[in-house]
């Protein structure tokens, strides 16, 4: 491991690219990092709630226009679906995602996916950001696999613009939404 | 001087306070800065374009959210006027100014002054932007001072939002603006 130290007014700021160009990919095959405690070792998906994992990794002695970023393993509950829920009672629940091309090509190199932290009833719902860098799906792990090709990035981050609640409204379920589209085509069929 | 390596993600985006605190206040103050070519020591107020710095310092090959500093000595023409013209028939014309204080408190630090390359014909006109860090006026230089507390910390970027260009418009002079003035006032004696 090389030793550094890092001249006053650098931040880390890593664009997407350089997530997985110089910590996701050489970890998710297994070369060595040259610089530790950069990208942290620890489970997003654990039982650690976001505000103390950000507490125990400096989160509040951060630049407020610093995230914290680990190497943290994907559970998979089975081929297409895995496990992301986090602390007591709380989950990463994504709200967008997208794909990183090469710098000025369209070749993909990794998903980025956005959670939210949602834990209805905590104080802290809505509180925390998390973004998931994750390599394409041919490089992804087998169900159950330990190897490091699980390893994904998650970069963690105070949300300073939650949401706000929307009283009263409920999420569609899919029969509701598949009837609602079902009436619709009929109403369709009815003009014409 | 410590040799260094930068880690892969980070980049040079120093707070205010950062600029001050570890670049302007040493180099203003005679003390040894620990590393080199971070802020590099040029001119900012002499013969070349903005164009011409912004290549010479590797400028194109910066991340687009990073910009360049330089270490540059204020050119005053009297007590309260300084020289900021640049390359040929460019100046930097200051747009807007603020005072920098420590983190949390009310004591100011510095002064930061924003300006735009103005060059009228130039293809470059309104195309970069230089924010320049000066220390509060006690610790200014004396007039035709040398010494280095004349030094400024001058950081130049891309204007990527150049102002539209009003066509026809040209500022008033100050003779014009009074008889508006008188006129306006008559017009609102003469309603009364």
Redesign the interface.
Known sequence: M?S????????????DE??V???LRPKATGQPL??PD?VFEFDLYGEKEPSEIWDMFGGPSL?E?EDLFFFTKLKPLSRSRVNRSVGIGGTWSNESSKTIFARGTRIPIAMKRNFRYENPGSPQDGAWIMREYSLPMKTQPDVGSSSSSSYVVCRLSKNDRPKPKVVGEVPLKKEEMKSLINLHKRKIDQER
């Open positions: 090389a550094y130290s890092i001249p006053a007014g650098y931040k880390f700021h890593p664009s350089d997530v160009r110089f910590y040259p610089y950069i630049d226009t």
